[in-house]
């Protein structure tokens, strides 16, 4: 089957982690190798990806000043909604929290790995 004829869900990388790591090592090169249409990054203010996936053309939500802040899942939610992501992944521990009440609060798909 041809490429062009697979359906890829629009997904919601949450990525809720001030510092640079593994897990974000992951989440940029996930995003790099999809279309900007099709991805987007949630995210706090002071992550150290954000920039570099906006300039790139991807949609970065920050949520929130800090990864404590607990207001990050009905932004998320919001985000996941209006956005129309069908699809949550969680990338971290702080990450799965969130995203698993965001996901929850919407009636969204979590996609835990």
């Known amino acids: 089957m041809k490429s062009e004829?697979?359906?890829?869900?629009?997904?919601?990388?949450?990525?809720?982690?001030?510092?640079?790591?593994?897990?974000?090592?992951?989440?940029l090169a996930l995003m790099k190798s999809l279309p900007t249409d099709r991805i987007g990054l949630a995210t706090i203010?002071?992550?150290?990806?954000?920039?570099?996936?906006?300039k790139l053309g991807y949609d970065v939500f920050r949520l929130a000043e800090h990864k404590f802040d607990p207001r990050i899942p009905i932004r998320m939610s919001r985000v996941i909604r209006d956005y129309g992501f069908e699809v949550v992944d969680t990338q971290n521990p702080q990450s799965k929290l969130w995203g698993s009440i965001a996901a929850f609060l919407g009636g969204h798909t979590l996609c835990l790995l």
């Open 45 to 54: 203010k002071k992550s150290r990806i954000a920039s570099e996936l906006e």
């Open 5 to 27: 004829n697979l359906y890829s869900p629009k997904a919601l990388i949450v990525d809720i982690s001030d510092n640079f790591g593994g897990a974000n090592a992951r989440v």
